[in-house]
């Protein structure tokens, strides 16, 4: 049947005159050979109650060390000093970012921090999640953050630090 559907789709003058079949972008594999070569950035909401909070959530590629930091908002003044203060003063600059095209990642000010750093900045392909590794990593905290006791959900944030610290170690 499958067949069948593919040669009269083909064998169709309006379908082959429309040029329907889209070319396929080739697919490559993110690599990194050694620590902070490659960080992956994302912002995850959680909505508790109605009330949504903000984490930057950071990856390292190679090493798989996370960061989970809380942010007010996600404007890119929020995210450039985040990234700022919370890891780039601790761990040092990386080689690359790689991020979603979010308004908050794709800023002059990220582009300008980046420069001014000396950090390439990479983007995913837009509306395709699975092309930065910290969507899958986004999942992972989430689950973990379910694993607290009914008691310890009531105040997540609290327990945010102590549950990167169990996954990183």
């Given at each position: 049947?499958?067949?069948?559907?593919?040669?009269?789709?083909?064998?169709?003058?309006?379908?082959?005159?429309?040029?329907?079949?889209?070319?396929?972008?080739?697919?490559?594999?993110?690599?990194?050979?050694?620590?902070?070569?490659?960080?992956?950035?994302?912002?995850?909401?959680?909505?508790?109650?109605?009330?949504?909070?903000?984490?930057?959530?950071?990856m390292d590629h190679f090493t798989k060390?996370?960061?989970?930091?809380?942010?007010?908002?996600?404007?890119?003044?929020?995210?450039?000093?985040?990234?700022?203060?919370?890891?780039?003063?601790?761990?040092?600059?990386?080689?690359?970012?790689?991020?979603?095209?979010?308004?908050?990642?794709?800023?002059?000010?990220?582009?300008?921090?980046?420069?001014?750093?000396?950090?390439?900045?990479?983007?995913?392909?837009?509306?395709?999640?699975?092309?930065?590794?910290?969507?899958?990593?986004?999942?992972?905290?989430?689950?973990?953050?379910?694993?607290?006791?009914?008691?310890?959900?009531?105040?997540?944030?609290?327990?945010?630090?102590?549950?990167?610290?169990?996954?990183?170690?």
């Amino acid at each position: 049947m499958a067949a069948d559907l593919k040669r009269k789709i083909q064998s169709c003058e309006r379908c082959v005159r429309s040029g329907t079949h889209a070319q396929k972008a080739p697919m490559s594999t993110i690599v990194a050979s050694h620590p902070l070569e490659l960080l992956t950035i994302d912002f995850l909401t959680i909505e508790v109650k109605g009330e949504k909070q903000n984490i930057l959530v950071i990856m390292d590629h190679f090493t798989k060390f996370a960061r989970a930091i809380l942010t007010k908002d996600q404007t890119s003044r929020t995210t450039a000093r985040a990234l700022w203060n919370e890891f780039f003063m601790t761990y040092g600059f990386p080689g690359r970012i790689l991020s979603d095209q979010g308004r908050d990642f794709e800023s002059k000010l990220i582009q300008e921090l980046c420069s001014l750093a000396g950090i390439q900045k990479c983007k995913t392909t837009p509306y395709h999640p699975c092309g930065n590794p910290v969507e899958t990593w986004n999942r992972t905290l989430i689950g973990m953050l379910r694993t607290l006791e009914t008691e310890q959900k009531k105040d997540w944030r609290k327990h945010l630090k102590p549950v990167m610290h169990a996954y990183n170690s």
